[in-house]
């Protein structure tokens, strides 16, 4: 990397030392995992709440509409101010509901999303893990997910519930397959799983560019079957509103219901920003090959804008799916994946380690 | 078929019954007990091939039940209206048609709800608007003092 | 006749039966209907539809009211066909008295009951996409519903009951600007309703969730009794503007569109159809309004001669048939309306069947039910 100005890494270090020479190494420890807690909070409360704002501006947008913009300049703390109504709104308890299973049910889809964020690179040496399985701990986390939408819906006591529950439940593990597979396309292509070491090997280009056919099939794979496994449109068969009216969180009110919402973005985030990072190169700055002027200016932009460009280029093609497309049947939807996704996932996995084992992609 | 000829041929195939042309249509009265014997012929006799039952409806004539068939035939396009009367105002009971057209089962079913009139043979007799214990309000004689104001 | 028992439980149903009502406050219903549905997993057992929820005894309050007023009970029956169940009624009590209306009455009772037409088939076009989970389409259909109401505010003041068809004639003249503004809307319409076809008609997943779902054959949709586009899409030719023309359709050229395959997608390929073919009506008619009165004189209180009469139109939903029976007085003795969404909605058990819940909300939206009409 010729132009380091944009490395947190050393400005993370001096942090690190600085706690370490002032206090006993428990407590640096402690306040270093309290500080890393509350940014990726901040982090997370902003993101989720202006995702739903996008989202909002982005529906508006596809609707001939003009969105929110009442509060604040171009309605943005439209959503801040919805938090609110959402925090003071009363909280139903339902006589019936398994109360436990109920009440914690928000809390493990929060935890699921929160731990994912953990591992994502927002710009070179601003990560706050990186794990060398950073692509299985993300896979892995994610998945926890799909435990609260089910306890949601089986505590509920709600039959819209149960089987908004039952078939997200069907649908992310099926889905899980296709994520996996096709994120293993760019493991075998960059020989590791760690997140730092995927984004260094595309510092000469992204994989999607140097992967050829294989990878751009992997990576619309990835689209598809990450839409599906967060439950969104044309997939959100969990919700299903014209069907089951809310789906798994009918029975949910208040701040319960806002956790549900904001997951579910949150989910939306941490998938554009892995199929960013790993096929789009995450923070890497646009390199074509020799041209070094051209790099050389596209250094110049911090990566952390690259990185949030491509989440956000993403995170709105995601919503485009969403609102362009109408929803597809429940076993249509698992016919779309046992039948073609996996397989062709599988097929591509054979051809991409072919390829790798030849040396036929651009190093 | 024409009208006056569908006039002439039912005359014929049932001389008990009287058969008006001078109408719109073609209406002939029928007795209830032999309905269900004329309706199986309108629809299957290929003169007639009344395949479609477009409307079913009773009227309370205060000292009888009228329930009115209007039938046409989507192949021959001709129509006929059969007037059964039920003599019987306080338990009038008619034989259903339901297994002849299907949408007879839900016309039978409104007429059951609003007016009374029960049908014999019915699949599924069940009131379809109102709940059950609330009156028959098609009726003339039908009395609500809470949401009714009497002029 | 021999003693029959009635139960007023639901026949089919079963101890431990999986049951999930279906309404009657669920978005996918179009108004307060309930579907009592069972299942076994996603696939439905059977469905059976429960109406009441909004029934209002319109044929009841028909027995002591005079005409005119009936007329303002009809648009409350299917109030996306307000003109046609308007035009029902007053061509009725025109026929039972033997009034001729002026050419320009028809003339602009048929565009206005055209114009109805598309704005009601817009609307479900609208609602049937946000059935099926593409919510962008009810925007679109409504951007372009709007316009239609915005020509009806102008001419009538209302937007939605408009009570404008009455016996004799119309309630007043039409706008100026009414000829106008139905070319400009017309001309709108011809390049916007090429969107409708990009956003839905060629989507693959829309293409899957309707071909080959919920097939009505020929013979049960004549059985049924289902009439307009849901009829149509089952090949029954049962378009009453054809069969028995009524105001001005002897005078126009238009195609009855019918498709053989009776699944959702001829449903909502008739409709989308019908659209074109309205716009065709509107077209040779609105250039040609006849000069003359609005409205015939009628006499301050109509009294109909002692008979039984009846009168059969075409609505956006299909057959609406007017049965009155009078005994010579202002007020009908007995008046019944054959409403279209009632035959319609009972196709719903047979079609479901075999189906799963999700096809439920498709096949629903695509009988075009407004429950309002099957209450009464």
Same mark, same amino acid.
């Given at each position: 990397m010729p132009f380091?100005?944009?490395?947190? *890494?050393?400005?993370?270090?001096?942090?690190? $030392?600085?706690?370490?020479?002032?206090?006993?190494?428990?407590w640096a420890f402690v306040v270093e995992l309290a500080i890393v807690g509350i940014i990726i909070l901040l982090v997370y409360a902003v993101v989720g709440l202006y995702l739903v704002y996008a989202e909002r501006k982005v529906c508006a947008f596809m609707q001939n509409r003009v969105g929110p913009n009442r509060v604040g300049k171009w309605g943005l703390i439209q959503t801040i101010a919805d938090l609110i109504k959402l925090l003071m709104k009363e909280l139903v308890v339902i006589r019936k509901a398994d109360q436990l299973l109920f009440n914690i049910a928000p809390f493990i889809l929060i935890i699921a999303s929160f731990m994912?964020?953990?591992?994502?690179?927002?710009?070179?040496?601003?990560?706050? %893990?990186?794990?060398?399985?950073? %692509?299985?701990?993300?896979?892995?986390?994610?998945?926890? !997910?799909?435990?609260?939408?089910?306890?949601?819906?089986?505590? =509920? @006591? +709600?039959?819209?519930?149960?089987?908004?529950?039952?078939? +997200?439940?069907? $649908?992310?593990? =099926?889905?899980?397959? +296709?994520?996996?597979?096709?994120?293993?396309?760019? %493991?075998?292509?960059?020989? +590791? #799983? $760690?997140? *730092?070491?995927?984004? /260094?090997?595309?510092?000469?280009g992204w994989w999607i560019f140097k992967g050829h056919i294989p990878a751009i099939i992997a990576f619309v794979m990835f689209l598809v079957a990450s839409t599906a496994e967060?439950?969104?449109?044309?997939?959100?068969?969990?919700?299903? /509103?014209? /069907?089951?009216?809310?789906?798994?969180?009918?029975?949910?009110?208040?701040?319960?219901?806002?956790?549900?919402?904001?997951? /579910?973005?949150? @989910? #939306?985030?941490?998938?554009?920003?892995?199929?960013?990072? %790993?096929?789009?190169?995450?923070?890497?700055?646009?390199?074509? !090959?020799?041209?070094? !002027?051209?790099?050389?200016?596209?250094?110049?932009?911090?990566?952390i804008v690259w990185y949030f460009g491509k989440t956000v280029f993403i995170i709105y093609v995601i919503m485009w799916f969403k609102w362009t497309f109408p929803r597809l049947r429940i076993d249509q939807l698992l016919t779309l994946e046992w039948k073609y996704l996996l397989p062709i996932n599988l097929v591509n996995i054979l051809v991409i380690a072919f390829i790798v084992l030849m040396g036929w992609y651009i190093k | 078929m024409e009208k006056e000829q569908l006039g002439l041929v039912l005359a014929e195939l049932f001389p008990a019954m009287e058969v008006v042309t001078s109408g719109e249509h073609v209406r002939v009265k029928a007795a209830p007990a032999e309905f269900h014997k004329l309706a199986t012929t309108l629809r299957d006799d290929s003169r007639f091939q009344f395949d479609f039952l477009f409307n079913l409806y009773g009227v309370d004539r205060e000292d009888k039940f009228s329930l009115i068939y209007n039938f046409e035939s989507t192949k021959l396009g001709h129509i006929i209206d059969i007037e059964t009367d039920l003599a019987d105002h306080d338990n009038p009971v008619m034989d259903t048609v339901s297994d002849l057209w299907k949408t007879a089962e839900f016309q039978e079913r409104e007429i059951y709800d609003l007016m009374g009139v029960k049908f014999s043979n019915h699949p599924d007799l069940r009131r379809l608007f109102l709940e059950d214990g609330w009156g028959f309000p098609l009726r003339k004689d039908y009395k609500d003092d809470i949401n009714f104001i009497e002029r | 006749m021999q003693e029959v028992e009635f139960s007023d439980i639901l026949t089919a149903q079963e101890d431990g039966d999986y049951i999930v009502n279906i309404g009657p406050q669920h978005p996918s219903t179009h108004g307060v209907m309930r579907f009592v549905v069972s299942l076994k997993g996603e696939m439905l057992d059977y469905v059976v539809p429960h109406c009441g929820y909004i029934h209002r005894g319109i044929e009841k309050m028909c027995e002591r009211m005079t005409y005119p007023q009936i007329i303002h009970l009809t648009d409350r029956m299917d109030y996306l066909s307000a003109h046609m169940n308007n035009e029902a009624v007053s061509i009725l009590v025109e026929k039972a008295l033997g009034v001729e209306v002026p050419e320009r009455v028809k003339y602009i009772r048929t565009i206005l009951s055209e114009l109805q037409r598309i704005a009601s088939h817009q609307l479900w076009w609208a609602a049937f996409g946000m059935d099926m989970g593409g919510l962008t389409c009810f925007f679109y259909g409504l951007r372009d519903r709007e316009k239609i109401l915005d020509i009806f505010e102008e001419s009538f003041g209302s937007r939605l009951l408009h009570s404008f068809i009455c016996p004799g004639g119309l309630m007043g003249d039409i706008h100026p600007n009414f000829q106008k503004r139905t070319k400009e809307f017309i001309t709108y319409f011809r390049k916007k309703l090429p969107e409708y076809d990009q956003l839905l008609t060629g989507n693959i997943i829309f293409e899957q969730r309707t071909k080959g779902m919920g097939i009505m054959s020929k013979e049960d949709a004549i059985s049924f009794g289902a009439t307009g586009p849901t009829g149509r899409g089952s090949n029954f030719a049962c378009d009453i503007r054809k069969k028995f023309p009524y105001s001005a359709y002897d005078k126009?050229?238009?195609?009855?569109?019918?498709?053989?395959?009776?699944?959702?997608?001829?449903?909502?390929?008739?409709?989308v159809d019908e659209m074109w073919e309205s716009m065709k009506i509107i077209e040779q008619l609105i250039d040609n309004i006849p000069e003359g009165d609005y409205s015939t004189k009628m006499k301050p209180i109509i009294k109909l001669p002692e008979g039984e009469y009846s009168q059969r139109v075409e609505t956006a939903k299909g057959d609406l048939g007017v049965f009155v029976v009078s005994k010579g007085e202002k007020y009908p003795y007995r008046m019944h309306f054959r409403t279209p969404n009632f035959s319609n909605l009972f196709v719903i058990s047979q079609l479901c069947k075999g189906n799963k819940i999700a096809d439920l909300i498709a096949i629903s939206g695509s009988l075009d039910l407004v429950i309002p009409d099957i209450d009464r």
């Open positions: 380091n100005i944009y490395d947190f *890494s050393g400005t993370t270090k001096a942090v690190d $030392q600085f706690l370490y020479s002032t206090m006993s190494p428990t994912a964020i953990a591992a994502i690179p927002f710009a070179k040496g601003l990560q706050a %893990v990186d794990f060398n399985i950073g %692509v299985f701990y993300m896979m892995a986390v994610s998945s926890i !997910g799909v435990i609260g939408t089910l306890l949601a819906g089986w505590s =509920s @006591n +709600s039959k819209y519930s149960l089987i908004g529950a039952i078939r +997200s439940g069907a $649908q992310v593990v =099926s889905y899980e397959l +296709s994520v996996g597979l096709s994120l293993l396309a760019v %493991v075998i292509f960059s020989g +590791s #799983m $760690q997140l *730092s070491v995927i984004i /260094e090997s595309q510092a000469n967060i439950n969104r449109g044309p997939f959100d068969l969990a919700e299903a /509103e014209s /069907e089951l009216t809310a789906g798994f969180h009918t029975e949910y009110s208040g701040i319960r219901f806002a956790f549900f919402f904001l997951g /579910e973005y949150m @989910n #939306m985030f941490i998938v554009a920003s892995l199929a960013a990072t %790993v096929f789009l190169g995450g923070w890497m700055p646009l390199h074509i !090959g020799n041209l070094a !002027g051209f790099n050389h200016v596209m250094d110049f932009i911090p990566p | - | 126009v050229d238009f195609k009855e569109i019918l498709y053989t395959e009776g699944d959702s997608w001829a449903r909502y390929k008739v409709r």
